[in-house]
């Protein structure tokens, strides 16, 4: 029988137990044994974390040591395994689940470690058989007095205690996006009850491994519970989370060999790079290791393929969409401050130039979210930004993909439609008539007024970047096409090139060079026209590229010219590629 498709399942035994495919990460295992006792990864969401502790909980856990060779029997580790494996009692918390319920923020807590703590006695109760005390721990409603007594009474008997963090930072973010710093700050520092279960974690476990998507938290934590080691930028681990492109071929090819995906491997694997490929998170693997595709999205892509012979028509899971809110609730935070221009500001830099500098940091406050290096980690962490290269001491930092990239764009354009609204409807029918007619110029002076109002009304800087920003965003609805800015041909970068969806929209018939020149209102006729003239130099040798041709043909390729004076667009003009 062919193993399922595991999209959406998160329990490695249950994927184990239930037949599911498996992509191996267990040779991670020893490196993990040997770098530190104590460990801290972050991630973005939707990259395997969940799999990856409830596998290393499978793996260590006493009470499933007789189940090693069915479950890892076929894995590397099942034939590699380490003298640790099955000798602790395993303590697993998902603090996701800590913030259910109707009572308060600490009474949920300690009503879920109470849950998780009693299912640990119950898990490993003959091994604390002859506690007298037991029951009544069992029965006390006090999560500390359950970890204070298993800290003592597991001690005293010799048991090896492991515990395991899965979202560890889950139960605060959404404190820190839904309620404010303030309260974040009470229940982080001082006597925060939260920072007190981390304090108390100290000493008491022989391991420890905890995983998030951002390390704000840690930051808030760590004179209460600084023993971690934090291996989230370490190269030995870049490649432990999401899927390699050498995972996705074997995988589709388990799949074929299996009957039940049709097609050519190779042409899926070119539709989906664009989309869900090329993450990095080791400054140190950037030319080292193959980029990471995005678990969820690579398997919800073969899953539709599987049972529809098709491509999804939507790229991107609705599910990856509930992530981009919680990003933009914390995006808010303290809007009102000055910063908070800042921010924004951040947002339509990489936006527009689809990249930035960042110096890294691995941890920081709530309370600085705001500043600038801080706001562009946090992106970073939440997969809104990647690894592409150095600058300096600095980072390149890009948008990964389509995927992240449509969500940026969602987010900037809400950004620009609270202050002046473009009507979206009226917006998708120009881009309709421009994809299949060719009327391209309603389009491009519908969105050159936007942004002219839209620029007035929010007395925006003027400048290059805040225009090319604006027009990604909204060309970003332009669905038939794949949006590339700032494209890199043989004579230099266009803006923009509308490259045709023609796998996912056969019917789109024509396509575009954008080219976008600005000057500021106080620049004179002749400056106007120089680089008006440049500008239709370099669409044409755009146009002459290799590139080009190949991806536009059976298209009409239109060579574009934009040009503003200010917020004023001057220019709109076709330019002819021939000499």
């Known amino acids: 029988m062919a193993k399922g498709i595991p999209y959406g399942i998160s329990d490695f035994s249950r994927l184990i137990d239930q037949n599911y495919y498996y992509v191996d990460k267990t040779h991670f295992i020893p490196q993990i044994e040997e770098i530190a006792n104590y460990l801290f990864l972050i991630r973005p969401r939707r990259f395997g974390k969940s799999v990856f502790l409830t596998m290393m909980r499978a793996y260590y856990d006493i009470s499933q040591k007789d189940r090693f060779e069915e479950r890892f029997g076929n894995l590397w580790i099942g034939k590699h395994p380490t003298p640790l494996q099955g000798i602790y009692q395993v303590l697993y918390f998902d603090f996701s689940k800590a913030n259910l319920g109707r009572g308060s923020l600490e009474d949920n807590f300690n009503n879920y470690c109470c849950i998780q703590l009693n299912d640990f006695f119950s898990t490993y109760r003959e091994y604390y058989q002859g506690e007298k005390e037991l029951e009544q721990i069992i029965a006390s409603t006090e999560a500390a007095t359950k970890l204070h007594w298993l800290e003592a009474t597991a001690r005293r008997l010799g048991h090896l205690l492991y515990l395991i963090i899965d979202e560890y930072d889950n139960f605060t973010n959404v404190i820190l996006s839904e309620q404010g710093k303030n309260l974040f700050r009470d229940l982080t520092h001082a006597s925060g009850f939260y920072r007190e279960y981390f304090k108390q974690f100290k000493g008491m476990f022989e391991r420890i491994f905890l995983m998030g998507v951002s390390p704000v938290t840690l930051d808030d934590l760590s004179s209460g519970y600084n023993i971690?080691?934090?291996?989230?930028?370490?190269?030995?681990?870049?490649?432990?989370?999401?899927?390699?492109?050498?995972?996705?071929?074997?995988?589709?090819?388990?799949?074929?060999?299996?009957?039940?995906?049709?097609g050519d491997i190779d042409a899926m694997i070119n539709e989906m790079k664009p989309w869900y490929d090329n993450y990095c998170f080791a400054k140190a693997s950037l030319k080292t290791d193959p980029r990471m595709f995005n678990c969820d999205m690579t398997l919800y892509y073969l899953r539709h393929r599987v049972n529809?012979?098709?491509?999804?028509?939507?790229?991107?899971?609705?599910?990856?969409?509930?992530?981009?809110?919680?990003?933009?609730?914390?995006?808010?935070?303290?809007?009102?401050?000055?910063?908070?221009?800042?921010?924004?500001?951040?947002?339509?830099?990489?936006?527009?130039?689809?990249?930035?500098?960042?110096?890294?940091?691995?941890?920081?406050?709530?309370?600085?979210?705001?500043?600038?290096?801080?706001?562009?980690?946090?992106?970073?962490?939440?997969?809104?930004?990647?690894?592409?290269g150095t600058r300096g001491d600095r980072i390149v930092m890009c948008i990964p993909n389509n995927c992240v990239r449509e969500q940026y764009f969602g987010f900037l354009r809400e950004y620009y439609q609270q202050r002046k609204e473009v009507f979206l409807p009226h917006l998708k029918d120009l881009i309709d008539d421009m994809a299949f007619d060719g009327q391209w110029r309603p389009l491009f002076e519908y969105i050159a007024l936007a942004y002219k109002e839209n620029s007035a009304i929010r007395d925006a800087i003027e400048g290059e970047h805040n225009l090319q920003g604006f027009f990604k965003a909204y060309l970003a609805l332009a669905s038939y096409y794949l949006v590339q800015p700032?494209?890199?041909?043989?004579?230099?970068?266009?803006?923009?090139?509308?490259?045709?969806?023609?796998?996912?929209?056969?019917?789109?018939?024509?396509?575009?060079?954008?080219?976008?020149?600005?000057?500021?209102?106080?620049?004179?006729?002749?400056?106007?026209?120089?680089?008006?003239?440049?500008?239709?130099?370099?669409?044409?040798?755009?146009?002459?590229?290799?590139?080009?041709?190949?991806?536009?043909?059976?298209?009409?390729?239109?060579?574009?010219?934009?040009?503003?004076?200010?917020?004023?667009?001057?220019?709109?003009?076709?330019?002819s590629p021939k000499c």
């Open 308 to 388: 529809f012979d098709a491509s999804p028509e939507e790229l991107v899971d609705k599910n990856i969409r509930t992530d981009y809110s919680k990003l933009k609730m914390l995006a808010r935070l303290d809007h009102e401050n000055v910063s908070g221009g800042d921010r924004m500001s951040t947002i339509e830099e990489i936006a527009a130039k689809g990249e930035i500098l960042v110096n890294l940091h691995t941890s920081f406050p709530a309370e600085k979210i705001v500043e600038t290096d801080n706001f562009r980690s946090l992106l970073y962490y939440y997969g809104l930004l990647t690894m592409c």
């Open 486 to 575: 700032e494209l890199e041909m043989n004579y230099g970068y266009c803006d923009f090139f509308l490259l045709p969806d023609k796998s996912r929209y056969p019917d789109t018939a024509h396509s575009y060079i954008l080219e976008l020149k600005y000057l500021p209102r106080t620049a004179t006729d002749k400056e106007l026209e120089e680089q008006a003239e440049e500008g239709r130099g370099q669409l044409k040798q755009y146009s002459r590229d290799k590139k080009v041709t190949t991806i536009s043909e059976g298209t009409a390729l239109h060579c574009i010219l934009l040009q503003f004076k200010g917020w004023e667009l001057i220019k709109c003009e076709e330019v």
């Open 228 to 262: 971690d080691w934090n291996i989230s930028v370490d190269p030995h681990f870049n490649m432990m989370m999401g899927f390699s492109e050498t995972d996705v071929r074997e995988m589709f090819g388990y799949y074929q060999k299996e009957g039940m995906l049709k």
